[in-house]
């Protein structure tokens, strides 16, 4: 029942009712997982429908995507400390960031979170980041991981191009790359030099650990 008025919440952009939900879901025993999952994505896909359908405009969307931040807010703390507290030894650096012209972050944000629940020390470089802002925040930060988030056709590319860019600056090979987005698939990420494909945030959790298990093994 409350995952179902948290869903509805997203949807109407309810900021302040959310709040209260998100609390009693915890309260109640639900996961804050389960909150995630069946609340709040489940209402960002009906958003996102009726936004294709023009049955929803951007002033809409943008009030969903509050109440979506003010859940995450809420839930961050449970969720990086559901890993026994390993989250300050870190697994592994990722550098996150959405693309060149992109502005989309919400996806972005959830990854960062899962990411940083599962251990990882994450360097979220923000939306809109071009190719060169990813080559100095490798050689700033030297990471194990680079990710990249792309919600829509015309900044797609701009993964590609960061790739080269990481190859140009001699820095490809010290990381690897994993990109997620709406418009990103597994044929994408095959096409543009991209190690893997995350249709999620829990997939980006999982692909991090494969990476940093590769890592190792290589090393021993
Ligand atoms: C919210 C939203 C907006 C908000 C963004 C607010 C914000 N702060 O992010 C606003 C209103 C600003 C917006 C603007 C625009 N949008 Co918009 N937007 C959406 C919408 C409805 C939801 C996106 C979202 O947040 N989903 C929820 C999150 C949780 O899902 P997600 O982003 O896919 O992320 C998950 C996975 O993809 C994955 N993932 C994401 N990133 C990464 C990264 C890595 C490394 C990994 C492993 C995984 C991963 O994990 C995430 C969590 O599970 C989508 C519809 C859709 N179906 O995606 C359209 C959509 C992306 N937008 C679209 C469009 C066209 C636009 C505009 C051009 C509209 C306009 N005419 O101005 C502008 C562009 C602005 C810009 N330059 O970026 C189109 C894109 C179409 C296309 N093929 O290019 C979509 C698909 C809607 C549609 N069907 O028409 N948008």
Known sequence: MILKKISQAVIEGDV????????????????????????????MEVVGER???????????????????????????????????????????????????DMHDIGKNLVSLMLEGAGFKVVDIGIDQSPKSFVEA?????????????LLTTTAPKIGETVEALKEAGV???????AGGAVIDQAFVDENGVDAYGPSATAAMDIAQQFVNEVKQNAS
């Open 16 to 43: 302040e009712g959310v709040k209260e939900m998100a609390n009693q879901g915890l309260e109640e025993g639900i996961t804050p997982q389960q909150l995630l999952d069946d609340g709040v994505l489940a209402g």
């Open 51 to 101: 936004f294709k359908n023009f049955d929803m405009y951007i002033p809409e969307v943008l009030k969903s995507a509050r109440v979506m931040h003010t859940v995450m807010d809420i839930l961050r703390p449970k969720l990086v400390s559901s890993d026994g507290g390993e989250s300050s030894s870190s697994k592994g650096t990722v550098v996150l960031g959405t693309v060149e012209g």
């Open 138 to 150: 490798v050689e700033k930060e030297k990471p194990q991981i680079v990710g990249m988030s792309a």
């Open 172 to 178: 490809r090979d010290s990381v690897k790359i994993m």
